[in-house]
């Protein structure tokens, strides 16, 4: 990819539409309106609190990413998105139980305007879940062409300048890619032949880039992952990415591994439970679902120990994840993980994090970060996939021909060095001899 000449400024109002909107878009939509009326700081949010470093550490130039590379102001954002059950977003937020009513209150009446448009949806892709606020359509196609009115509607009517879309709709079984999902040509067949491997994510996809809208995809779903829309993202020059949020146990596997990596330490294996009784556990409870949101948190470890590179270290670890749904919780997760590792002369040792999380309360800012980077790289011309946005992603896309980066200090790294390179400064190496002449 060559280096953007021109980033457009941020101008106008920036549109940001979630499929979905549960525990986190509702979370995040409050968030945002809190923070702009001045009652919260975006705490969690790099976009917003981040700094990055330019030049010599003796220059002391460490300005906000904000300002660094003119991203949307919170200002400028327009909400909307589309689910299953009409309520709007105050009522959806009431039923999630995230926020406390003293926070809700405060951004009732703004919440109870964000009324979602119909979905796409099909509940053999998702079987636990069954609403009435659904489109109908001759054929997939025709759903996905209604999807794009929507979202020119909403453009229009919020007289927007720019629109992102950032999947915050449940997790749909397990589907791999195959023949259908190819090219853009065989992917357009089979939504108008009603394939059953085209699931209602890949529409929403697929009307974003047709709109000219980036898209990024906050669940495990295959989604934007297969070749046909790939190839449809670089014709219409569009940034896609995915997937799957990267908060609560993933987050922590991705910060401890690599330290045991670092110090050549041995890992006999890991063991992830969970306990979590929000509407997404509720789904997840279901095996289809379930598959791919365990495909998605088993990558990190091998991909950050290699295995292959330390046969003596990571060669026979065992990984298991489990996640049970248990209401009581709601989305206070409980993520428990018992790590045996081994040290000088094969000593074992045991490592227990007991993580007593809020789920959507660390989505929400990957909501946000996801959805002004994702603009920024619309306006600078990035199309494809956005791999230096693989630190906000449980299961980082990227190019076929490489393996994902998983270790969270690496994906930083990469992604305040893209930041540079947008816009023509040194990129950080940490070498730092020049220090010592
Ligand atoms: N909270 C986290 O920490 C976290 C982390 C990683 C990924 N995720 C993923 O983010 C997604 C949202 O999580 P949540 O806790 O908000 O779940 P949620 O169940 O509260 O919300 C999901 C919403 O999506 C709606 N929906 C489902 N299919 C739809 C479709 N086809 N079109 C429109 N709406 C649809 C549902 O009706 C529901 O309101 C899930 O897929 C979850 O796995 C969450």
New binding site residues.
């Given amino acids: 990819m060559r280096r953007p000449v021109n980033i457009a400024p941020p101008k106008g109002k920036l549109g940001i539409l979630t499929?979905?909107?549960?525990?986190?878009?509702?979370?995040f939509m409050a968030g945002v309106e809190l923070v702009r009326r001045g009652h919260s700081k975006p705490i969690g949010s790099l976009t917003q609190l981040g700094t990055i470093r330019l030049g010599k550490r003796t220059e002391g130039k460490s300005p906000k990413i904000h300002d660094f590379v003119k991203l949307a102001s919170l200002n400028d954002i327009v909400f909307g998105?589309?689910?299953?059950?009409p309520?709007n977003a105050y009522q959806?937020a009431v039923k999630?139980g995230v926020l406390e009513s003293k926070d809700l209150e405060k951004v009732a009446k703004f919440l109870a305007k964000i009324k979602?448009m119909k979905?796409?949806?099909?509940q053999n892709?998702?079987k636990k879940?069954n609403?009435p606020h659904?489109k109908k359509g001759k054929n997939k196609f025709d759903l996905a062409n209604q999807l794009r009115e929507d979202i020119r509607a909403f453009k229009k009517t919020n007289k927007l300048d720019r629109v992102v879309i950032v999947?915050?709709?449940?997790?749909?079984i397990f589907l791999k890619a195959e023949d259908v999902h190819k090219t853009l040509a065989s992917f357009e067949k089979g939504m108008k032949e009603n394939h059953p491997s085209i699931?209602?994510?890949m529409l929403?996809a697929y009307a974003a880039i047709a709109e000219g809208v980036p898209f990024a995809n906050?669940?495990?779903?295959l989604t934007v992952d297969i070749p046909a829309i790939q190839e449809f993202a670089h014709a219409k020059n569009v940034p896609i990415g995915g997937k799957?949020?990267?908060?609560?146990q993933?987050f922590m596997k991705t910060v401890l591994a690599p330290g045991f990596k670092a110090r050549m330490l041995g890992l006999d294996g890991w063991f992830s439970t969970n306990i979590l009784g929000?509407?997404?556990?509720?789904?997840?409870d279901d095996p289809g679902?379930f598959k791919t949101?365990e495909e998605?948190k088993l990558g990190a470890l091998e991909y950050i120990l290699q295995p292959k590179l330390y046969p003596e270290l990571y060669g026979k670890f065992t990984h298991k994840v489990r996640i049970n749904y248990y209401p009581p919780r709601g989305?206070n997760?409980e993520g428990w993980d018992n790590i045996d590792i081994f040290g000088w002369l094969g000593y074992p040792m045991q490592i227990k994090v007991d993580f007593l999380?809020r789920?959507?309360i660390?989505?929400a800012p990957?909501v946000l970060d996801l959805a002004l980077f994702f603009d920024l790289a619309q306006r600078a011309g990035m199309r494809g996939i956005q791999e230096w946005l693989s630190f906000y992603f449980?299961s980082p896309m990227c190019a076929a021909e490489l393996y994902p980066e998983h270790d969270l200090f690496i994906q930083l790294m990469k992604l305040k060095n893209t930041l540079r390179w947008m816009m023509g400064e040194d990129l950080i190496t940490h070498l730092g001899q020049e220090y010592y002449d």
Avoid: H, Q
Wanted: charged share 20%; hydrophobic share 35%.
């Fill in positions: 499929p979905g909107m549960g525990a986190v878009a509702t979370t998105g589309w689910d299953v059950f309520d959806a999630a979602p979905a796409v949806f099909d892709y998702v879940l609403g659904v999947w915050c709709g449940s997790t749909e699931a209602p994510s929403y906050g669940a495990p779903n799957d949020f990267k908060t609560g993933t929000n509407r997404d556990g509720e789904v997840l679902s949101k998605s989305d997760k999380c789920d959507s660390l989505a990957i449980k």
